[in-house]
């Protein structure tokens, strides 16, 4: 095994009890050394306030907390507001991504792309913050074809982005395809995996659905034959996630990006799986 560097994501919890239960899967998930901890927007913004109020927590407490801003339904002085609150604390890294309207709502505000989110973020504060965006190696959903995808990609970079964070995959070749591509179209800045660990299959599902994620044929079937069996699903998900990332890890990726779900336990065993 190569050396592993670690990112995780959380979503701001709504109630006493998420914190307390966020505040366990940090003292948990801080262990590993993580490069940053980032924190989720919402739906059209949705947690906008308590993202801000997470990511503070974070940063208080020695993290490098690092917010996502989705722009989509956003004014251009809703994002402004932000980008200088951010600053007022330290914050110098975001994850800047469109974002997915809220239920029962259409429109996108000010903005239509991520790329003008990054090209804005640009304008108003220069090189200050590192900018991480999406890549998605099974294609945007929203996407007319792969072409299309990878040029909106390519965008996003020539706005401004320093990096980018993978929606999750399954299928390992997806990955390293697209970052075939990537190099064709010289596009050089890192590309981390975006890790999805199997906490539930019908939530999975759901998941996969709405971002153009792949459940592999063979996948489905096995998982489906679980049933209601949520600890087989998990065992069997620690096992096929953690080959996943030696797999990426032995053909040389040296960074991978959990989507805890504000969820400690099943990372920890995927993480002392590929470290032995």
């Known amino acids: 095994m190569n050396k592993l560097n670690f990112s995780f994501e959380f979503f701001p919890p709504r109630t006493e009890e998420g914190e307390k239960k966020l505040e366990k899967t940090v003292e948990v998930l801080s ?7 980032s924190v989720t927007f919402g739906a059209g913004g949705s947690t906008k306030e308590k993202t801000a109020g997470t990511i503070d927590k974070l940063a208080q407490a020695g ?8 722009c989509i339904t956003s004014t251009k002085d809703e994002i402004d507001v932000l980008l200088e609150l ?5 914050i110098s890294r975001l994850v800047a991504l469109r974002g997915d309207n809220p239920s029962g709502l259409s429109g996108h ?9 990054v090209t804005f973020i640009r304008e108003k504060t220069g090189d200050y913050f590192h900018i991480d965006v999406a890549a998605y190696p099974e294609y945007h959903p929203e996407s007319v074809n792969s072409n299309d995808d990878l040029r909106n990609f390519k965008l996003k970079i020539e706005s401004g982005a320093n990096s980018a964070i993978t929606q ?16 064709k179209l010289n596009i050089t800045i890192p590309v981390t995996p975006g890790i999805m660990p199997i906490y539930n299959y019908k939530q999975l599902s759901r998941f996969s659905q709405a971002c153009g994620a792949e459940i592999p ?17 998990r065992d069997f998900g620690v096992d096929f996630v953690s080959e996943l990332c030696e797999t990426l890890n032995q053909f040389g990726v040296e960074s991978l990006h959990f989507y805890t779900l504000n969820e400690p336990n099943t990372i920890t065993k995927i993480i002392k799986n590929i470290s032995n």
Do not use: T
Request: aromatic share 20%; glycine share 4%.
């Open 109 to 117: 505000g000010e903005f239509n792309h991520a790329s003008d989110l």
């Open 217 to 233: 044929r063979w996948m489905r079937l096995k998982l489906e034959s679980y049933g209601d069996d949520l600890q087989s699903i």
């Open 86 to 90: 951010y600053k007022s604390k330290g």
């Open 63 to 70: 993290y490098n907390a690092v917010p996502h801003i989705s």
């Open 168 to 183: 999750f995959f399954f299928n390992v070749d997806a990955y390293f395809k697209f970052i075939e591509e990537c190099q």
């Open 31 to 37: 262990q590993h050394n993580p490069e940053f901890f």
